[in-house]
């Protein structure tokens, strides 16, 4: 992808906070858990019977969701988790999103709650056996320092899973972070698919990126999905 020019200062988190970019993107608003527009159909996996075999290993299921939108995929798996006498009360989903945009029965739905908070400093108190992040990425302004913060949150034999666009990773000047980038993940154990898209690490994983943040642009315009994105930018320490 050809470089496009910096038109605007980069921004730091409290700034990207406020962006429309960011606060009006509409990727996870929509998304169900399985059908056309679904997590299953984007990550190419059958979520509930992952965190099904989740409960056989470990006796309860925790599944976090960053960038979570309106967290209907959350609700569609909390009702059919409940509803299965194997796990039934070992249930526990989490979702966070920037912006409150929630509009589920989130009270009525056992084992799941949906916080508001910015990603780019929130940190969980619990670990999880799966960590997702679906279209989420696209917004998100230290991309490298949230995967590397999520692929720790993992418990032993838990899995992460995240859409991202490499394109969207630069390095300082606005060159493609994508081979600097794709080389830090392999020695670090996380597999990245160019094809799909998808990034996906396999247990606690310690992700040493050597990049410091710099900044992101929001005026980035598309990436692959159609929908405008945040570039990152970094500098090689």
């Given at each position: 992808?050809?470089?496009?020019?910096?038109?605007?200062?980069?921004?730091?988190?409290?700034?990207?906070?406020?962006?429309?970019?960011?606060?009006?993107?509409?990727?996870?608003?929509?998304?169900?858990?399985?059908?056309?527009?679904?997590?299953?159909?984007?990550?190419?996996?059958?979520?509930?019977?992952?965190?099904?075999?989740?409960?056989?290993?470990?006796?309860?299921?925790?599944?976090?969701?960053?960038?979570?939108?309106?967290?209907?995929?959350?609700?569609?798996?909390?009702?059919?988790?409940?509803?299965?006498?194997?796990?039934?009360?070992?249930?526990?989903?989490?979702?966070?999103?920037?912006?409150?945009?929630?509009?589920?029965?989130?009270?009525?739905?056992?084992?799941?709650?949906?916080?508001?908070?910015?990603?780019?400093?929130?940190?969980?108190?619990?670990?999880?056996?799966?960590?997702?992040?679906?279209?989420?990425?696209?917004?998100?302004?230290?991309?490298?320092?949230?995967?590397?913060?999520?692929?720790?949150?993992?418990?032993?034999?838990?899995?992460?899973?995240?859409?991202?666009?490499?394109?969207?990773?630069?390095?300082?000047?606005?060159?493609?972070?994508?081979?600097?980038?794709?080389?830090?993940?392999?020695?670090?154990?996380?597999?990245?698919?160019?094809?799909?898209?998808?990034?996906?690490?396999?247990?606690?994983?310690?992700?040493d990126t050597r990049m410091e943040f710099l900044g992101a642009?929001?005026?980035?315009?598309?990436?692959?999905?159609?929908?405008?994105?945040?570039?990152?930018?970094?500098?090689?320490?």
């Amino acid at each position: 992808m050809a470089r496009k020019p910096l038109t605007e200062p980069l921004k730091d988190a409290d700034a990207l906070a406020h962006s429309s970019v960011v606060a009006n993107s509409a990727m996870n608003r929509e998304r169900r858990l399985v059908g056309t527009n679904s997590y299953s159909k984007d990550l190419g996996l059958d979520l509930v019977a992952m965190l099904t075999s989740a409960a056989s290993r470990d006796g309860e299921i925790a599944w976090l969701d960053l960038c979570c939108g309106a967290g209907r995929a959350l609700v569609d798996a909390a009702r059919l988790l409940d509803a299965n006498p194997a796990t039934k009360g070992r249930v526990s989903i989490t979702g966070v999103d920037l912006v409150a945009s929630f509009d589920g029965p989130r009270d009525a739905v056992d084992g799941l709650q949906i916080l508001e908070a910015n990603l780019e400093r929130w940190e969980p108190d619990s670990a999880f056996d799966l960590v997702t992040c679906v279209h989420g990425l696209h917004y998100v302004g230290d991309k490298l320092g949230l995967i590397r913060r999520a692929v720790s949150w993992l418990r032993p034999g838990g899995v992460f899973l995240a859409s991202l666009d490499l394109a969207n990773v630069r390095l300082e000047g606005g060159s493609s972070a994508a081979r600097v980038v794709g080389a830090v993940f392999r020695a670090s154990g996380l597999q990245w698919n160019p094809r799909t898209r998808i990034l996906r690490a396999d247990g606690p994983r310690t992700l040493d990126t050597r990049m410091e943040f710099l900044g992101a642009d929001d005026a980035a315009g598309p990436n692959y999905t159609g929908q405008p994105a945040v570039n990152s930018h970094y500098r090689r320490r």
